[in-house]
């Protein structure tokens, strides 16, 4: 295992978080399947690595969950996304995961962020190895110059960053990263899983 990978685990277990390492996106999928137990209720959050490593094909077909990404009917999208709130499992990824053995994460309306914080039993986090840095200051970075820009231009935002590229700071009604959360360390036990494969996943 790539060292750097290896002082991220070590330092995420010691914050108490759970840290797994796969070695392919085929692992990953396999260690999401074996943190969830049969019967549960399983949400996520946007994210292109969820999607990746099959893990969203997988809850489709095999744990009742319903994409609200796809409903059109207000009411009835609203209704799906409220019920993260209260399910056992939400898999999602991170904007960053910082070498000391903690996660950095940017959200817009935060219904990304929210229930990583607090509601689900458990938040299984898959991130791939390009989401590795050493400070806070290179996850601020990198999310201001790589993947808030690249997810905006994804999600068609029209906000500037998706015309060059560059953060402006802005004051757009579809701004994707207003709340900045930084996750220090996990009360609970474990609560928080973090997957890191040894692939580049995500933006
Ligand atoms: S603040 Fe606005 S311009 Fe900057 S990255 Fe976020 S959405 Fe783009």
Do not use: W
């Not at 999928?29 to 990746?52: F, N, P, W, Y």
């Amino acid at each position: 295992m790539d060292a750097v990978i290896a002082k991220t685990l070590e330092n995420l277990k010691a914050n108490q978080f759970g840290a797994y390492y796969a070695e392919t996106s085929a692992d990953a999928l396999e260690i999401v399947k074996s943190l969830i137990a049969e019967g549960e209720k399983v949400d996520r959050g946007g994210s292109m690595t969820i999607e990746q490593i099959g893990a969203l094909d997988y809850i489709l077909e095999n744990c009742g969950y319903t994409d609200p990404y796809k409903v059109t009917d207000p009411a009835e999208k609203e209704k799906l996304m409220q019920a993260r709130y209260t399910c056992d499992t939400f898999l999602c990824s991170a904007n960053a995961v910082i070498s000391d053995g903690r996660l950095y994460n940017e959200d817009g309306i935060c219904s990304r962020v929210a229930p990583m914080l607090y509601g689900p039993k458990q938040v299984i986090v898959v991130a791939g190895r390009n989401k590795i840095v050493n400070t806070e200051a290179e996850a601020r970075k990198r999310m201001m110059t790589v993947a808030a820009p690249l997810n905006a231009k994804r999600l068609n935002t029209g906000t500037p960053c998706t015309e060059d590229g560059v953060c402006h700071n802005c004051k757009s009604e579809r701004r994707i990263c207003c709340s900045t959360v930084i996750t220090n360390f996990n009360r609970i036990k474990e609560r928080i899983k973090v997957i890191i494969v040894n692939e580049d996943l995500g933006m």
